[in-house]
Protein backbone atom coordinates (compact mmCIF):
# COMPACT_ATOMS: atom_id res chain seq x y z
CA UNK A 1 0.00 0.00 0.00
CA UNK A 2 1.39 2.93 -0.95
CA UNK A 3 2.17 6.30 2.01
CA UNK A 4 0.46 8.52 -0.16
CA UNK A 5 -2.59 9.96 -0.96
CA UNK A 6 -3.88 12.00 -4.43
CA UNK A 7 -6.14 15.15 -4.30
CA UNK A 8 -7.34 16.08 -8.04
CA UNK A 9 -8.18 19.10 -8.69
CA UNK A 10 -9.12 20.27 -11.97
CA UNK A 11 -6.99 18.42 -14.29
CA UNK A 12 -3.82 18.66 -11.90
CA UNK A 13 -3.17 15.55 -9.01
CA UNK A 14 -1.69 16.90 -6.23
CA UNK A 15 0.32 13.99 -3.74
CA UNK A 16 0.23 14.32 -0.28
CA UNK A 17 1.89 11.46 2.74
CA UNK A 18 -0.19 9.20 5.11
CA UNK A 19 0.24 9.29 8.54
CA UNK A 20 -0.98 6.57 10.03
CA UNK A 21 -1.25 6.13 13.95
CA UNK A 22 -0.53 3.77 16.40
CA UNK A 23 -4.00 2.10 16.06
CA UNK A 24 -4.18 2.44 12.66
CA UNK A 25 -6.20 5.41 12.25
CA UNK A 26 -4.99 7.20 8.74
CA UNK A 27 -4.45 10.56 8.01
CA UNK A 28 -3.84 12.59 4.51
CA UNK A 29 -1.33 15.28 5.03
CA UNK A 30 -2.93 18.29 3.82
CA UNK A 31 -0.38 20.88 5.54
CA UNK A 32 1.34 22.03 2.05
CA UNK A 33 -2.35 21.77 0.16
CA UNK A 34 -2.80 25.77 0.27
CA UNK A 35 0.77 26.55 -0.99
CA UNK A 36 1.13 23.35 -3.73
CA UNK A 37 -2.72 24.35 -4.77
CA UNK A 38 -3.79 27.49 -3.65
CA UNK A 39 -6.85 25.40 -2.42
CA UNK A 40 -7.83 24.89 1.20
CA UNK A 41 -10.34 22.28 2.48
CA UNK A 42 -13.68 23.33 4.19
CA UNK A 43 -14.67 21.02 7.20
CA UNK A 44 -17.04 22.93 9.29
CA UNK A 45 -16.99 21.58 13.06
CA UNK A 46 -13.28 19.95 12.18
CA UNK A 47 -15.22 16.30 11.89
CA UNK A 48 -12.87 15.06 9.33
CA UNK A 49 -9.73 17.33 10.27
CA UNK A 50 -7.16 15.86 12.39
CA UNK A 51 -5.96 19.22 14.62
CA UNK A 52 -3.19 17.32 15.96
CA UNK A 53 -0.67 14.32 17.11
CA UNK A 54 -1.66 13.50 20.31
CA UNK A 55 -0.39 10.53 22.89
CA UNK A 56 -3.03 10.74 25.23
CA UNK A 57 -6.13 9.31 24.72
CA UNK A 58 -7.81 6.93 21.85
CA UNK A 59 -11.21 6.46 21.13
CA UNK A 60 -12.79 3.90 18.70
CA UNK A 61 -16.77 5.13 18.54
CA UNK A 62 -17.68 2.39 16.42
CA UNK A 63 -16.49 -0.32 18.85
CA UNK A 64 -16.81 2.16 21.77
CA UNK A 65 -13.04 1.86 22.92
CA UNK A 66 -11.86 4.82 24.95
CA UNK A 67 -8.23 4.27 26.61
CA UNK A 68 -5.81 6.52 28.16
CA UNK A 69 -1.85 5.86 27.28
CA UNK A 70 -3.03 2.53 25.91
CA UNK A 71 -4.92 1.57 29.25
CA UNK A 72 -8.74 0.51 28.78
CA UNK A 73 -10.74 2.88 30.52
CA UNK A 74 -12.59 -0.51 31.97
CA UNK A 75 -9.17 -1.44 33.53
CA UNK A 76 -8.68 2.15 34.98
CA UNK A 77 -12.23 2.42 36.23
CA UNK A 78 -11.43 -0.71 38.11
CA UNK A 79 -8.22 -0.43 39.41
CA UNK A 80 -7.43 3.20 40.00
CA UNK A 81 -8.47 6.47 41.65
CA UNK A 82 -8.85 10.07 39.98
CA UNK A 83 -5.49 11.31 41.11
CA UNK A 84 -3.63 7.80 39.44
CA UNK A 85 -5.19 8.67 36.41
CA UNK A 86 -4.96 12.00 36.54
CA UNK A 87 -0.84 11.23 36.23
CA UNK A 88 -1.59 8.77 33.51
CA UNK A 89 -2.70 11.29 31.35
CA UNK A 90 -0.20 14.21 32.21
CA UNK A 91 2.73 12.04 32.27
CA UNK A 92 2.17 9.27 30.35
CA UNK A 93 2.43 6.36 32.80
CA UNK A 94 1.17 5.15 35.95
CA UNK A 95 2.59 6.26 38.63
CA UNK A 96 4.37 3.99 40.72
CA UNK A 97 3.68 4.15 44.76
CA UNK A 98 6.26 6.62 45.19
CA UNK A 99 5.58 8.57 42.21
CA UNK A 100 1.70 8.59 43.68
CA UNK A 101 2.53 9.90 47.20
CA UNK A 102 4.51 12.64 45.88
CA UNK A 103 2.06 13.79 43.33
CA UNK A 104 -0.51 13.25 45.68
CA UNK A 105 1.26 15.36 48.16
CA UNK A 106 1.33 17.99 45.83
CA UNK A 107 -2.44 18.03 45.37
CA UNK A 108 -2.94 18.34 48.98
CA UNK A 109 -0.54 21.08 50.00
CA UNK A 110 -2.09 23.36 47.46
CA UNK A 111 -5.36 22.63 48.42
CA UNK A 112 -5.86 26.13 50.27
CA UNK A 113 -6.46 29.13 48.36
CA UNK A 114 -5.21 32.42 49.25
CA UNK A 115 -7.31 34.45 51.49
CA UNK A 116 -6.76 37.04 49.02
CA UNK A 117 -8.97 35.60 47.19
CA UNK A 118 -11.86 35.23 49.63
CA UNK A 119 -12.54 38.73 48.34
CA UNK A 120 -13.05 38.11 44.80
CA UNK A 121 -16.31 36.20 45.26
CA UNK A 122 -17.87 39.13 47.48
CA UNK A 123 -17.79 40.89 43.46
CA UNK A 124 -19.79 38.32 41.99
CA UNK A 125 -23.79 38.69 42.29
CA UNK A 126 -25.96 35.97 43.92
CA UNK A 127 -27.18 34.79 40.81
CA UNK A 128 -23.74 34.70 39.08
CA UNK A 129 -23.56 31.24 37.19
CA UNK A 130 -20.96 28.50 39.33
CA UNK A 131 -19.12 28.09 35.38
CA UNK A 132 -18.62 32.25 35.18
CA UNK A 133 -17.02 32.12 38.55
CA UNK A 134 -14.87 29.16 38.33
CA UNK A 135 -13.19 30.32 35.09
CA UNK A 136 -12.64 33.94 36.30
CA UNK A 137 -11.41 32.50 39.35
CA UNK A 138 -9.06 29.83 37.98
CA UNK A 139 -7.57 32.57 35.39
CA UNK A 140 -7.41 35.15 38.73
CA UNK A 141 -5.39 32.49 40.17
CA UNK A 142 -2.52 32.76 37.63
CA UNK A 143 -1.71 36.44 39.28
CA UNK A 144 -1.18 35.08 42.51
CA UNK A 145 1.64 32.67 40.81
CA UNK A 146 3.41 35.24 38.52
CA UNK A 147 6.56 32.26 38.36
CA UNK A 148 4.16 29.80 37.05
CA UNK A 149 2.12 31.99 34.57
CA UNK A 150 4.35 33.80 32.54
CA UNK A 151 3.86 33.44 29.37
CA UNK A 152 7.30 32.22 29.03
CA UNK A 153 6.86 28.89 27.96
CA UNK A 154 10.33 27.81 29.33
CA UNK A 155 9.46 29.55 32.72
CA UNK A 156 6.15 27.75 32.39
CA UNK A 157 7.54 24.30 32.08
CA UNK A 158 9.95 25.16 34.45
CA UNK A 159 7.30 25.15 37.33
CA UNK A 160 4.96 22.90 35.48
CA UNK A 161 4.44 19.67 37.92
CA UNK A 162 3.53 22.16 40.66
CA UNK A 163 1.02 24.01 38.56
CA UNK A 164 -0.53 20.69 37.33
CA UNK A 165 -1.10 19.50 41.40
CA UNK A 166 -1.94 23.13 42.00
CA UNK A 167 -4.55 23.41 39.75
CA UNK A 168 -6.08 19.71 39.85
CA UNK A 169 -6.23 20.69 44.00
CA UNK A 170 -7.51 24.53 43.81
CA UNK A 171 -10.15 23.56 40.95
CA UNK A 172 -11.93 21.37 43.68
CA UNK A 173 -11.43 24.16 46.53
CA UNK A 174 -12.72 27.11 43.90
CA UNK A 175 -15.68 24.65 43.16
CA UNK A 176 -16.93 23.96 46.44
CA UNK A 177 -16.31 27.89 47.67
CA UNK A 178 -18.45 28.80 45.03
CA UNK A 179 -21.02 26.83 45.99
CA UNK A 180 -20.92 28.00 49.66
CA UNK A 181 -20.91 31.64 48.58
CA UNK A 182 -24.21 31.09 46.48
CA UNK A 183 -25.73 29.78 49.51
CA UNK A 184 -24.79 32.20 51.69
CA UNK A 185 -22.36 29.86 53.78
CA UNK A 186 -18.80 30.40 55.41
CA UNK A 187 -16.26 28.63 53.40
CA UNK A 188 -15.14 24.98 54.62
CA UNK A 189 -10.97 25.07 54.76
CA UNK A 190 -9.73 21.48 53.40
CA UNK A 191 -9.16 18.56 55.65
CA UNK A 192 -5.40 17.37 54.42
CA UNK A 193 -5.69 14.01 55.54
CA UNK A 194 -8.79 13.00 53.31
CA UNK A 195 -8.60 12.06 49.82
CA UNK A 196 -9.58 13.41 46.97
CA UNK A 197 -13.21 13.19 45.98
CA UNK A 198 -13.93 12.68 50.13
CA UNK A 199 -11.87 16.20 50.78
CA UNK A 200 -14.09 18.03 47.92
CA UNK A 201 -17.74 17.09 49.60
CA UNK A 202 -16.53 17.95 52.87
CA UNK A 203 -15.74 21.36 51.74
CA UNK A 204 -18.98 21.54 50.19
CA UNK A 205 -21.42 20.36 52.64
CA UNK A 206 -19.48 20.28 56.12
CA UNK A 207 -20.82 22.85 58.81
CA UNK A 208 -18.83 24.12 62.11
CA UNK A 209 -20.82 21.45 64.90
CA UNK A 210 -21.22 18.56 61.87
CA UNK A 211 -18.85 17.54 59.69
CA UNK A 212 -19.57 16.00 56.78
CA UNK A 213 -19.38 12.54 56.44
CA UNK A 214 -19.73 9.50 54.07
CA UNK A 215 -21.39 6.49 55.03
CA UNK A 216 -22.85 5.61 51.85
CA UNK A 217 -19.77 5.51 49.17
CA UNK A 218 -20.94 8.94 47.34
CA UNK A 219 -16.76 9.78 47.53
CA UNK A 220 -16.36 6.58 46.14
CA UNK A 221 -18.35 7.17 43.41
CA UNK A 222 -17.58 10.90 42.91
CA UNK A 223 -13.74 9.76 42.38
CA UNK A 224 -15.19 7.17 39.79
CA UNK A 225 -17.50 9.85 38.15
CA UNK A 226 -13.82 12.77 37.70
CA UNK A 227 -11.96 9.66 36.84
CA UNK A 228 -14.58 9.06 33.76
CA UNK A 229 -14.38 12.93 32.50
CA UNK A 230 -10.78 13.09 33.08
CA UNK A 231 -9.85 13.35 29.38
CA UNK A 232 -11.95 12.44 26.29
CA UNK A 233 -9.73 13.25 22.94
CA UNK A 234 -10.40 16.62 20.74
CA UNK A 235 -13.40 17.79 22.39
CA UNK A 236 -14.85 20.98 22.14
CA UNK A 237 -13.13 22.77 25.38
CA UNK A 238 -9.67 20.23 24.62
CA UNK A 239 -9.52 21.89 21.66
CA UNK A 240 -9.84 25.32 22.93
CA UNK A 241 -7.23 24.48 25.34
CA UNK A 242 -4.53 23.81 22.89
CA UNK A 243 -5.87 26.25 20.81
CA UNK A 244 -5.16 29.09 23.38
CA UNK A 245 -1.83 27.10 24.09
CA UNK A 246 -0.83 27.52 20.76
CA UNK A 247 -0.56 31.13 21.18
CA UNK A 248 1.88 31.21 24.48
CA UNK A 249 -0.27 31.25 26.84
CA UNK A 250 -0.10 29.71 30.27
CA UNK A 251 -1.53 27.15 31.76
CA UNK A 252 -4.32 29.00 34.24
CA UNK A 253 -5.35 31.59 31.23
CA UNK A 254 -5.63 27.85 28.43
CA UNK A 255 -8.04 25.73 31.28
CA UNK A 256 -9.84 29.31 32.11
CA UNK A 257 -10.65 29.00 28.53
CA UNK A 258 -11.32 25.46 28.55
CA UNK A 259 -13.61 26.38 31.25
CA UNK A 260 -15.80 29.14 29.48
CA UNK A 261 -15.83 26.23 26.01
CA UNK A 262 -17.12 23.46 28.65
CA UNK A 263 -19.70 25.64 29.59
CA UNK A 264 -21.88 25.30 26.54
CA UNK A 265 -25.15 23.81 26.76
CA UNK A 266 -24.28 21.25 23.63
CA UNK A 267 -21.37 19.98 25.83
CA UNK A 268 -20.91 20.21 29.74
CA UNK A 269 -24.20 20.81 29.96
CA UNK A 270 -25.61 17.77 29.07
CA UNK A 271 -26.04 16.23 32.13
CA UNK A 272 -28.27 18.53 33.63
CA UNK A 273 -30.85 17.93 30.44
CA UNK A 274 -30.99 14.26 31.33
CA UNK A 275 -32.25 15.09 34.84
CA UNK A 276 -34.75 18.20 33.52
CA UNK A 277 -35.79 15.37 30.67
CA UNK A 278 -36.48 12.61 33.92
CA UNK A 279 -37.85 15.31 36.00
CA UNK A 280 -40.38 16.13 33.08
CA UNK A 281 -40.96 12.62 32.83
CA UNK A 282 -41.87 12.02 36.58
CA UNK A 283 -43.57 15.11 36.82
CA UNK A 284 -46.29 13.97 33.85
CA UNK A 285 -46.98 10.46 35.71
CA UNK A 286 -45.37 8.58 33.08
CA UNK A 287 -42.78 6.05 33.42
CA UNK A 288 -41.14 6.67 30.47
CA UNK A 289 -43.30 4.40 28.26
CA UNK A 290 -45.44 7.91 26.66
CA UNK A 291 -42.28 9.55 26.35
CA UNK A 292 -40.11 6.54 24.44
CA UNK A 293 -43.37 6.58 21.81
CA UNK A 294 -43.36 10.59 21.81
CA UNK A 295 -39.62 10.42 21.23
CA UNK A 296 -40.06 7.63 18.15
CA UNK A 297 -42.53 10.48 16.51
CA UNK A 298 -40.67 13.34 16.92
CA UNK A 299 -42.69 14.64 19.20
CA UNK A 300 -39.78 14.54 22.18
CA UNK A 301 -36.34 14.69 22.58
CA UNK A 302 -34.12 11.57 24.25
CA UNK A 303 -31.74 13.85 26.44
CA UNK A 304 -28.14 11.65 27.33
CA UNK A 305 -28.61 8.83 23.91
CA UNK A 306 -26.04 9.14 21.40
CA UNK A 307 -22.55 10.45 21.19
CA UNK A 308 -21.07 12.46 18.39
CA UNK A 309 -18.20 10.10 18.67
CA UNK A 310 -19.59 6.81 19.94
CA UNK A 311 -21.41 4.80 17.41
CA UNK A 312 -21.85 1.59 19.89
CA UNK A 313 -22.56 1.92 23.47
CA UNK A 314 -20.49 4.53 25.60
CA UNK A 315 -17.99 2.52 28.01
CA UNK A 316 -18.59 5.43 30.46
CA UNK A 317 -21.99 4.59 30.64
CA UNK A 318 -22.12 1.02 31.85
CA UNK A 319 -19.24 1.81 34.35
CA UNK A 320 -21.24 4.80 36.07
CA UNK A 321 -24.41 3.34 35.63
CA UNK A 322 -23.46 0.43 37.83
CA UNK A 323 -21.91 2.82 40.52
CA UNK A 324 -24.94 5.11 40.11
CA UNK A 325 -26.99 2.12 41.69
CA UNK A 326 -24.71 1.50 44.12
CA UNK A 327 -24.81 4.73 45.95
CA UNK A 328 -28.13 5.43 45.49
CA UNK A 329 -28.94 1.99 47.37
CA UNK A 330 -26.43 3.23 50.12
CA UNK A 331 -28.12 6.52 50.57
CA UNK A 332 -31.41 5.07 50.94
CA UNK A 333 -32.37 6.96 47.96
CA UNK A 334 -35.19 4.92 46.33
CA UNK A 335 -35.26 7.93 43.21
CA UNK A 336 -38.30 7.00 40.78
CA UNK A 337 -35.77 9.34 38.40
CA UNK A 338 -33.59 6.15 38.30
CA UNK A 339 -36.58 3.71 37.31
CA UNK A 340 -37.31 5.79 34.57
CA UNK A 341 -34.00 6.19 33.30
CA UNK A 342 -33.86 2.00 33.64
CA UNK A 343 -36.62 2.04 31.61
CA UNK A 344 -35.27 4.42 28.76
CA UNK A 345 -32.17 2.26 28.56
CA UNK A 346 -34.24 -0.81 28.51
CA UNK A 347 -36.21 0.69 25.60
CA UNK A 348 -32.46 2.05 23.74
CA UNK A 349 -31.19 -1.39 23.76
CA UNK A 350 -34.20 -3.62 22.70
CA UNK A 351 -36.31 -1.09 20.79
CA UNK A 352 -35.74 -1.59 17.43
CA UNK A 353 -35.91 2.07 16.55
CA UNK A 354 -33.39 3.07 19.15
CA UNK A 355 -31.05 0.14 18.42
CA UNK A 356 -31.54 1.12 14.38
CA UNK A 357 -30.26 4.37 15.16
CA UNK A 358 -27.46 3.15 17.43
CA UNK A 359 -28.85 5.53 20.01
CA UNK A 360 -27.24 4.19 23.12
CA UNK A 361 -27.03 6.10 26.66
CA UNK A 362 -23.85 7.85 26.81
CA UNK A 363 -22.19 8.80 30.69
CA UNK A 364 -23.94 12.18 30.46
CA UNK A 365 -27.61 9.78 30.99
CA UNK A 366 -26.15 8.48 34.46
CA UNK A 367 -23.91 11.26 35.99
CA UNK A 368 -26.94 13.62 36.58
CA UNK A 369 -28.21 11.10 38.33
CA UNK A 370 -25.07 10.05 40.46
CA UNK A 371 -24.06 13.68 41.34
CA UNK A 372 -27.96 14.48 41.97
CA UNK A 373 -27.95 11.84 44.73
CA UNK A 374 -24.57 13.12 46.21
CA UNK A 375 -26.33 16.13 46.92
CA UNK A 376 -24.70 18.82 43.83
CA UNK A 377 -26.98 20.91 42.67
CA UNK A 378 -28.02 21.23 38.91
CA UNK A 379 -26.32 24.25 37.95
CA UNK A 380 -23.29 22.81 39.48
CA UNK A 381 -23.22 19.62 36.90
CA UNK A 382 -21.34 21.63 34.74
CA UNK A 383 -18.49 22.43 37.20
CA UNK A 384 -17.74 18.99 38.62
CA UNK A 385 -17.23 17.89 34.57
CA UNK A 386 -14.56 20.92 34.52
CA UNK A 387 -13.60 19.31 37.44
CA UNK A 388 -13.12 16.25 36.14
CA UNK A 389 -11.94 17.07 32.96
CA UNK A 390 -8.82 19.19 34.07
CA UNK A 391 -6.39 16.78 34.37
CA UNK A 392 -7.01 16.39 30.17
CA UNK A 393 -6.68 20.00 29.58
CA UNK A 394 -3.39 19.95 31.62
CA UNK A 395 -1.96 17.14 29.39
CA UNK A 396 -3.06 18.31 25.97
CA UNK A 397 -1.28 21.94 26.98
CA UNK A 398 1.89 19.75 28.11
CA UNK A 399 2.02 18.29 24.63
CA UNK A 400 1.61 21.67 22.88
CA UNK A 401 3.98 23.36 25.48
CA UNK A 402 6.74 20.76 25.18
CA UNK A 403 6.65 20.38 21.46
CA UNK A 404 9.24 23.13 20.12
CA UNK A 405 7.76 22.88 16.64
CA UNK A 406 4.21 23.45 17.43
CA UNK A 407 2.74 27.11 15.32
CA UNK A 408 0.01 29.23 16.52
CA UNK A 409 -3.33 27.33 15.11
CA UNK A 410 -4.67 29.67 12.52
CA UNK A 411 -7.66 28.24 10.51
CA UNK A 412 -8.42 29.16 7.02
CA UNK A 413 -12.41 30.73 6.88
CA UNK A 414 -14.16 30.36 3.14
CA UNK A 415 -14.73 34.34 2.89
CA UNK A 416 -18.78 34.86 1.82
CA UNK A 417 -19.39 38.91 2.81
CA UNK A 418 -19.89 41.45 0.59
CA UNK A 419 -17.15 42.03 -2.18
CA UNK A 420 -15.79 45.05 -3.32
CA UNK A 421 -17.89 45.73 -6.10
CA UNK A 422 -20.93 45.77 -3.91
CA UNK A 423 -19.96 48.70 -2.36
CA UNK A 424 -19.11 50.40 -5.66
CA UNK A 425 -22.60 49.65 -6.86
CA UNK A 426 -23.99 51.40 -3.85
CA UNK A 427 -21.72 54.26 -4.32
CA UNK A 428 -23.38 54.35 -8.65
CA UNK A 429 -26.43 54.99 -6.44
Avoid at 187 to 204: G, I, Q, S, T
Wanted: glycine share 8%.
Amino acid sequence: MENTGTIRLGDENFEFPMIVGTEGEKALDTRTLRAKSGCVTFDEGYGNTGSCLSDITFIDGEKGILRHRGYPIEQLAERSTFLETSYLAIYGELPTQEELEIFANGVQTHASVHTGMHHHFEGFPSNAHPMAILSSMLNSLGAYYPEMSSNNRAQDLTHFDETAALLISKVRTIAAMTYRQKQGLPFVFPDYKMRYAENFLHMMFSEPYHQYEDTSGASEALDLFLLLHADHEQNCSTSTVRMVASGGANLFASVSAGVCALWGPSHGGANMAVIKMLEEIHASGDDGSKFIQDAKEGKAKLMGFGHRVYKNYDPRAMILGKSSERVLEGLGIDDPLLDIAKHLEQAALEDEYFVQRKLYPNVDFYSGILLKAIGIPVEMFTVMFAIGRMPGWIANWKEIAENSKSRIHRPRQIYTGHTIRDYLKMDER
